[in-house]
């Protein structure tokens, strides 16, 4: 069975900073991995995906994550934080057979200081 | 596109009282899914359709929940008799059939169940 693990349910980071949300992923085949973000109270959204092909993908709101298989890790970066990256993010995976079923992690929640 | 159409947005009743959520997914779409959101558990899923056939409802908590999808354009999530501990923000995604598992989320029903 596939599952998620995010580091640190709780960011905190100044404006202009190095953006660093952890996630690994445990899955026995290939998976698909996702990052969405919610912001208050709203639906999530998703940030970037990678299915296959290319290791490092590039997402929207200058976000990108890269796919490391040996270290079974998704971490998601953005160089320069901004004030309305505050949000919530979470990190989900899933199975190319399971049509979408997405299994997510906890979330890590960005705070972002003037 | 008016995207994942969730209704009702807030919902308070009283503990014993049947709640009713429904969904409107995006046109063209055939996977439909039901996650709950809770600060203790996180996003978790329900239920989800295929071709409005439920495919894995392992999520479902308990006989009180219930789901239907009659057609491809609507969703019900049924809870009978609420609970106070069935007080959650409850989400509708749907995803097309070669969408790589990407999700398109509702703005989610929150339940208040007194």
């Known amino acids: 069975a596939q599952s998620v693990t995010q580091l640190g349910s709780h960011v905190s980071v100044s404006e202009g900073a190095l953006v660093l949300l952890r996630c690994n992923y445990s899955?026995?085949?290939?998976?698909?991995l996702f990052w969405y973000v919610q912001y208050p109270n709203q639906g999530l959204q998703l940030l970037l995906k990678?299915?296959?092909?290319?290791?490092l993908v590039k997402g929207i709101n200058g976000f990108e994550a890269e796919f490391k298989k040996s270290e079974t890790s998704f971490h998601l970066t953005k160089p320069s934080a901004h004030m309305s990256d505050a949000a919530e993010y979470f990190c989900?995976?899933?199975?190319?057979?399971?049509?979408?079923?997405?299994?997510f992690g906890q979330g890590t929640e960005l705070s972002v200081k003037p | 596109d008016a995207g994942v159409i969730q209704s009702p947005r807030h919902e308070v009743t009283e503990m014993g009282q049947e709640v009713t959520l429904r969904c409107k997914p995006i046109?063209?779409?055939?996977?439909l899914f039901w996650y709950r959101q809770t600060m203790m558990r996180g996003l978790e899923l329900l239920i989800y359709?295929?071709?409005?056939?439920?495919?894995?409802d392992s999520g479902m908590p308990e006989d009180r929940f219930s789901a239907k999808m009659p057609n491809a354009s609507f969703s019900t999530l049924k809870i009978q008799p609420s609970e106070p501990r069935d007080s959650a923000v409850y989400f509708c995604?749907?995803?097309?059939?070669?969408?790589?598992?990407?999700?398109?989320f509702g703005a989610g029903s929150r339940l208040t169940v007194l």
């Open positions: 995604a749907s995803s097309p059939p070669s969408g790589a598992n990407v999700l398109t």
């Open positions: 899955s026995s085949v290939p998976p698909y």
């Open positions: 990678y299915t296959t092909g290319a290791t």
């Open positions: 989900a995976v899933s199975l190319y057979n399971q049509g979408g079923k997405l299994i």
């Open positions: 046109s063209g779409h055939d996977y």
């Open positions: 359709f295929n071709n409005n056939v439920p495919i894995d």
